[in-house]
C-alpha cells in the first residue's frame, strides 16, 4: 500500500499541501514532475493525475500498470475527483473516488 502509518500519500492533509504548490507551478508555467512511492502505485498515480501534475516517473516494473490505468482516464472524470478529492476528510473517502477509476485495470 502506499504510505506508512506515518507518511500517508493519500491523506487529504497531504493532498491538501501537495495541490498548492502544484497551482503554483503552472501559475508560473513550470512543470512538475513527482517520482517514488506515490507515483508508482495506481491510486497514488491516479490522484496525481487529477491534481494535474504534468510527469510521473516511476521504475521500470511500474511503467505498465500506471501507464494502463492513467491511458483510461479523461479529463471530466479527473476533474470530479480533482474537487472530491480537494473535499475528502479521510483516507477511506480518497480511495473510495479513485478505487472506480482502478476498474480498467482489472480487465
Not at 5 to 34: C, Q, W, Y
Not at 74 to 102: F, I, Q
Amino acid at each position: 500500500p502506499v504510505g506508512t502509518p506515518h507518511l500517508d500519500v493519500l491523506h487529504p492533509g497531504f493532498l491538501a499541501m501537495l495541490e498548492p504548490v502544484i497551482v503554483a507551478a503552472h501559475r508560473h508555467n513550470k512543470t512538475e514532475s513527482v517520482c517514488g512511492e506515490m507515483a508508482a502505485d495506481p491510486r497514488g498515480a491516479v490522484v496525481l493525475a487529477a491534481l494535474g501534475v504534468d510527469r510521473l516517473s516511476v521504475p521500470v516494473k511500474a511503467l505498465r500498470p500506471i501507464h494502463h490505468v492513467l491511458a483510461g482516464l479523461d479529463a471530466k472524470k479527473l476533474s470530479l475527483v480533482r474537487r472530491g478529492l480537494l473535499e475528502a476528510n479521510s483516507r477511506a473517502a480518497v480511495t473510495d473516488l479513485v478505487a472506480p477509476l482502478l476498474q480498467t485495470m482489472k480487465g
